[in-house]
């Protein structure tokens, strides 16, 4: 079965840097696209940014454009977040999630449990 | 940018009730429209695409209806496994977003 499994996340002090990684399994990892979702603590659900199955297209949400890339290797089954100039409002749960189809966008079938970031000094 | 409203926030029900959400989008999304069920400290679960498609494995109890700006979300008849936050998300653009969750209580 699908299997989403981040990892990465910690404690980063404001303008710091951390990389999340989300290691899958249990389907063909490189015929799907793959999306970061966040969720504040207490909040609701932010989507953060989207990568086409091999990579040729990426898309962001606006409060992390800049900041955030997204990426993946294909050759090792991983989806990856850098995130740079972290700011206290990325605190949150970081999901990674697996698209419904090959060639959709936007339904988002299959999630990991989740990793925290936390930004503070 | 789309904005995703849904009503009410808070929802308080008993078991075998039926209960309905609603998801306003800003603008049209057409049919681009899902839904996804979280309970505490859990990742979402889809329940509903393409605003009235079933997701596998999930109970007919739960329908979606809808198109353009307005969307429901029903639970024919309330069970105990249902108490959860749901949200609606737009995809009918590539800056997908969803809306604030209607968390659903123990009447």
């Known amino acids: 079965q699908v299997q989403l499994v981040e990892s990465g996340g910690g404690v980063v002090q404001p303008g710091g840097s951390l990389r999340l990684s989300c290691a899958a399994s249990?389907?063909?990892?490189?015929?799907?696209?793959m999306h970061w979702v966040r969720q504040a603590p207490g909040k609701g659900l932010e989507w953060v940014a989207f990568i086409r199955y091999d990579g040729s297209n990426k898309y962001y949400a606006d409060s992390v454009k800049g900041r955030f890339t997204i990426s993946r290797d294909n050759s090792k089954n991983t989806l990856y977040l850098q995130m740079n100039s972290l700011r206290a409002e990325d605190t949150a749960v970081y999901y990674c999630?697996?698209?419904?189809?090959?060639?959709?966008?936007?339904?988002?079938?299959?999630w990991g449990q989740g990793t925290l970031v936390t930004v503070s000094s | 940018d789309i904005q995703m409203t849904q009503s009410p926030s808070t929802l308080s029900a008993s078991v075998g009730d039926r209960v309905t959400i609603t998801c306003r989008a800003s603008q049209s999304i057409s049919s681009w429209l899902a839904w996804y069920q979280q309970k505490p400290g859990k990742a979402p679960k889809l329940l509903i695409y393409?605003?009235?498609s079933l997701e596998s494995g999930v109970p007919s109890r739960f329908s979606g209806s809808g198109s353009g700006t307005e969307f429901t979300l029903t639970i024919s008849s309330l069970q105990p496994d249902d108490f959860a936050t749901y949200y609606c998300?737009?995809?009918?653009?590539?800056?997908?977003?969803f809306g604030g969750g209607t968390k659903v209580e123990i009447k």
């Open positions: 249990g389907f063909t990892f490189s015929s799907y696209g």
């Open positions: 998300q737009q995809y009918n653009s590539y800056s997908p977003n």
């Open positions: 393409k605003a009235s």
């Open positions: 999630a697996k698209e419904v189809g090959s060639t959709s966008f936007g339904t988002l079938k299959s």
